[in-house]
């Protein structure tokens, strides 16, 4: 039903603005704006965590450590979820996954887009 596919990744100063993209290249519009949508990063020898979440109704939460700098939104028209990264720390350094779930249809993962934050 959705498969996401991340863009945007890169090689950043600390400091700066990266945005990151996952388009539903395969889904339609009904069903893409029925789903969760998530943001989760994993940093080397570290376990996958939740970085940011858009739920289907619009609510969004965040991690503690970037509260403030990070923002999800969404896209209908291009079916696409965005995460606005500002004042990008070293920390921030991860692969960046984007998520869709939904309870009847499941979950799905994109493959995955690098950041590095050089401090």
């Known amino acids: 039903q959705v498969q996401p596919v991340e863009s945007g990744g890169g090689l950043v100063q600390a400091g700066g603005s990266l945005r990151l993209s996952c388009v539903a290249s395969r889904s339609i519009l009904s069903v893409f704006v029925g789903f969760d949508w998530a943001w989760y990063r994993q940093a080397p020898g570290k376990q996958r965590e939740l970085v940011a979440r858009r739920s289907s109704g619009g609510g969004t939460n965040y991690a503690d450590s970037v509260k403030g700098r990070f923002t999800i939104s969404r896209d209908n028209a291009k079916k696409t979820v965005y995460l606005y990264m500002n004042n990008l720390k070293s920390e921030d350094t991860a692969v960046y996954y984007c998520?869709?779930?939904?309870?009847?249809?499941?979950?799905?993962w994109g493959q995955g887009t690098q950041v590095t934050v050089s401090s």
């Open positions: 998520n869709a779930k939904q309870t009847t249809l499941g979950e799905f």
